[in-house]
């Protein structure tokens, strides 16, 4: 079974920086993309990074510049770096992967940006 486990998320103040982490029980875990998403309070969730294997990563316009997704395959493991933290960015953020016809999701960790 495909086990993802978010990790990193915490109380921080605008403008102030967080690192995320999601490790994943995945075989072939170097093969597939890995998204980030996230669901803030009210509002549906939304994707806000994804890296593949072979292609520049992709951001939601809203974490352009600011957040950063990166990969270590031999950790099995994805991360999001998130800089120049703002109040709007505040929500549950989730792990997730599609693997043929099913999508996995990990169990979120909550990101707080407020003074």
Known sequence: ??????SGGALVQPGGSLRLSCAA???????????WYRQAPGKQRELVAAVSSTHMPTYADSV???FTISRE???NTVYLQM????????????CHVRVRDSGYWGQGTQVTVSS
């Open 64 to 66: 352009k510049g600011r």
């Open 25 to 35: 029980s995945l075989p072939g875990f170097s093969f597939f993309t890995m998204d």
């Open 1 to 6: 079974q495909v086990q993802l486990v978010e």
């Open 83 to 94: 800089d120049s933290l703002k109040a709007e960015d505040t929500a549950v953020y989730y």
């Open 73 to 75: 395959n031999a950790k």
